[in-house]
């Protein structure tokens, strides 16, 4: 059973789209997170949720949006993606003060 | 917020030598200290972590060491393999009023020379 699945593993779409990528984990972890990897491998957090809570929100644009229906589920909304945009997103899961497990990656592409 | 830095970025070694990557933080309220190694392609994964009652962590050929007064940490490699070759990530937590989270540092990347 994979822990933390994000789908789709690969995204290539047109500048102005707008995507969205799932993430599901079985974990029970109470606290799930965003995380942007830009080409030189730089992590940084996008969003976390906590109990269906937006706890953390840094200074990303508001054409991304996190959606949570449920503890196990956090998804990643994007609208008018830019070329900016491509990247490879990560989705992670937590307990509290402790390491995180991350999913598989969605390596996004705006063309 | 937490600033964190990671030294160096890139490191490369014989195969057999020691690795030795350092990361110093800001936040003196961080209480726990994992390092990350990402292969190509792949996924973050813990490969080893140490809570801030604790100087030293060994597991087989990696070690973390936590110097608290001085806000930093360091990871060690030891006999090192090819397939230690990764980007290694440096992510202290902090709980603050900006909520909890961990802050990852640069990264290092690792190549061991067969």
Same mark, same amino acid.
């Given at each position: 059973?994979? &822990? ?6 690969? *995204? ?11 993430? @599901? ?6 606290? /799930? ?5 830009d080409?030189k491998?730089?992590?940084?957090? /996008? ?5 269906? @809570?937006l706890?953390?929100? @840094? ?7 996190p959606?949570s ?11 008018? *993606?830019e *070329? ?7 989705? &992670?899961?937590s307990?509290?003060?402790s ?8 390596? *996004?592409?705006?063309? | 917020?937490? +600033?964190?830095?990671?030294?160096p ?24 200290f ?5 292969? %190509? ?11 801030? +009652? ?11 060491? %936590? +110097?608290?007064?001085?806000?930093h940490f ?16 440096c ?12 802050t ?5 990347? %690792?190549?061991?020379?067969?």
């Amino acid at each position: 059973d994979t &822990a933390v699945s994000q789908t789709p593993k690969y *995204l290539v779409t047109q500048m102005g789209n707008d995507k969205s990528i799932k993430c @599901e984990q079985n974990l029970g972890h109470d606290t /799930m997170y965003w995380y942007k990897q830009d080409s030189k491998k730089f992590l940084k957090i /996008m969003f976390s949720y906590n109990n269906k @809570e937006l706890i953390i929100n @840094e200074t990303v644009p508001n054409r991304f949006s996190p959606k949570s229906p449920d503890k196990a589920h956090l998804n990643l909304h994007i609208n008018s *993606l830019e *070329l900016g945009d491509s990247a490879v997103y990560f989705c &992670a899961s937590s307990r509290q003060s402790s390491s995180y497990t991350f999913g598989s990656g969605t390596r *996004l592409t705006v063309v | 917020g937490e +600033n964190v830095e990671q030294h160096p970025s890139t490191l490369s070694v014989q195969e057999g030598d020691s690795a030795v990557i350092k990361c110093t933080y800001s936040d003196s309220a961080s209480n726990y200290f994992p390092w990350y190694k990402q292969e %190509l392609g792949k996924r973050p994964q813990l490969i080893i972590d140490i809570r801030s +009652n604790v100087g030293e962590k060994k597991d087989q050929r990696i070690a973390v060491t %936590l +110097n608290k007064t001085a806000k930093h940490f360091s990871l060690h490699i030891t006999e090192t393999q090819p397939e230690d070759s990764a980007v290694y990530f440096c992510a202290p937590f902090t709980i603050g009023n900006a909520g909890n989270m961990l802050t990852f540092g640069g990264g290092t990347r %690792l190549m061991v020379k067969p």
